[in-house]
């Protein structure tokens, strides 16, 4: 039970826990998250999304977001799976999106700032509804243009030291920036791996981990260098130390029954 884990755990800071699994289970109850649909495709029978959606506290979508919710639901659905708000520039929601979206009560809203992204501008938005230290799990942060790929993790490093944690979910793996110090995830290899990986994106670091096939210890980690890639998870429960901030990334392997 991962409560039990985490009263055990409270001691042992300054550990940071996640656990990426968690927001897909049934049981989904204190774990207080903020769903970020993002402009990727969504699978119309994925039990993972059905599971985020229902579990989630606030639902946004970014802009083109709502294009894809809107398609991944039959006309007869549609009034069951309404967001929040539709928050962006709005250069690509469609105009019979925003007529069904406006006709039933979601604010759609503008925002024309040039100097943030339509992620960043939903990020604002929940933060401002739901408190800066809500948790995100962003569909669709990876898988469509590199620029965009790029940009999600921009937005970890900028969220990192926070307090908020950000999770970018994409049809094959969930992804998320380690913070320095030791590290503890819930990896339950039911759901999650095998593969999985370490990168420093940001820049150099030095990593020590328990858990997996091949783990490290006190071993620098860069690009042209070391790169802990197509890693194995071994263990429910895996720990990377690190220097410096760096991404964990980890497989979806299927939903647990």
């Known amino acids: 039970m991962f409560t039990d884990w985490m009263s055990k755990m409270v001691s042992a800071k300054p550990t940071t826990l996640w656990d990426p699994y968690r927001f897909f289970e049934r049981d989904c109850s204190g774990a207080e998250f903020a769903l970020l649909i993002l402009n990727q495709r969504i699978e119309k029978h994925d039990e993972l999304f059905a599971a985020l959606w229902h579990n989630a506290a606030v639902r946004v979508c970014a802009d083109g977001g709502a294009n894809r919710?809107?398609?991944?639901?039959?006309?007869?659905?549609?009034?069951?799976?309404?967001?929040d708000a539709v928050i962006g520039d709005l250069d690509s929601l469609r105009g019979d999106v925003r007529k069904f979206y406006e006709e039933n009560g979601v604010p759609v809203i503008q925002d024309p700032?040039?100097?943030?992204?339509?992620?960043?501008?939903?990020?604002?938005?929940?933060g401002q509804k739901k408190?800066?230290?809500?948790?995100?799990?962003?569909?669709?942060?990876?898988?469509?243009?590199?620029?965009?790929?790029?940009?999600?993790?921009?937005?970890?490093?900028?969220?990192?030291?926070?307090?908020?944690?950000?999770?970018l979910v994409s049809e094959q793996s969930i992804t998320f920036l380690l913070e320095p110090g030791m590290n503890e995830m819930r990896t339950p290899m039911s759901a999650l791996g095998p593969t999985c990986g370490i990168i420093p994106v940001g820049g150099p670091s030095v990593i020590t981990t328990t858990g997996f096939?091949?783990?490290?210890?006190?071993?620098?980690?860069?690009?042209?260098?070391?790169v802990s890639?197509?890693?194995?998870?071994?263990?429910?429960?895996?720990?990377?130390e690190t220097k410096a901030?760096?991404?964990f990334t980890v497989e979806i392997s299927k939903r647990e029954d």
């Open 69 to 83: 919710l809107y398609d991944s639901r039959n006309e007869a659905e549609r009034h069951s799976w309404l967001p």
């Open 113 to 126: 700032d040039q100097d943030s992204t339509d992620f960043g501008k939903c990020l604002k938005w929940i």
């Open 131 to 167: 408190g800066e230290k809500i948790t995100i799990v962003a569909l669709g942060g990876f898988g469509g243009r590199v620029d965009q790929s790029f940009h999600s993790i921009h937005a970890l490093h900028v969220a990192q030291g926070t307090g908020k944690q950000i999770y």
């Open 213 to 226: 096939e091949w783990n490290l210890d006190n071993t620098e980690t860069k690009f042209g260098g070391m």
């Open 229 to 240: 890639t197509s890693n194995h998870l071994k263990a429910d429960r895996v720990t990377v």
């Open 245 to 247: 901030p760096i991404v």
